[in-house]
């Protein structure tokens, strides 16, 4: 555990230094880092094994907390009633609201990590970039999506729903 505790907040360091994502090819450059340090061939396997398996359960922590937070907002929008808005708002509709919910579980970390839910005054529910103007708006039968970069909208408007295509959206949109 010594060399865990110490040899992971290096390997943080040096992933960030080579913008290393967190999890994929990691064992391999666990070890390139490990073969910089002066260690036998048995320690160095040892620790990258428990590295692999520490950043994994923090990665698995993280994507967690993410889909808590999303399931609270969730919870918090489905008790809002007729005229919530103050204009008409529609209460969140329980088809797109179970339409976001079975895409949870399949949204990488990046992804939920760059998400924010919000209801929409039609029923709808819109997921939208926390780094860019980019949304995805969930119906019941359909979705919509958008981006703005450099005033020009791109997107379309009231596909048929599938799950497929509207996770690939909101993938697309968090990076």
Known sequence: MFYVNQVMPQLRNYNQKHAVPPIGGMYDRVMDYLH?????????????????????????????????????????????????????????????????????PLLSVRALRGIDISPENNGTLLVTSKMREAGVNIGNHTYTYYSIENGQVEGESLLDYDAEQVLEQIENIAS
């Open 36 to 104: 910089t340090i002066g260690l036998s061939s048995d320690t160095k396997r040892d620790i990258a094994n428990r590295l692999l398996e520490e950043a994994l359960r923090e990665d698995a922590v993280e994507k967690m907390k993410e889909q808590f937070r999303l399931k609270k907002d969730l919870e918090y929008f489905s008790t809002f009633a007729d005229d919530w808005d103050g204009e008409g708002g529609k209460p969140l509709q329980k088809e797109s609201l179970h339409n976001f919910e079975v895409l949870l």
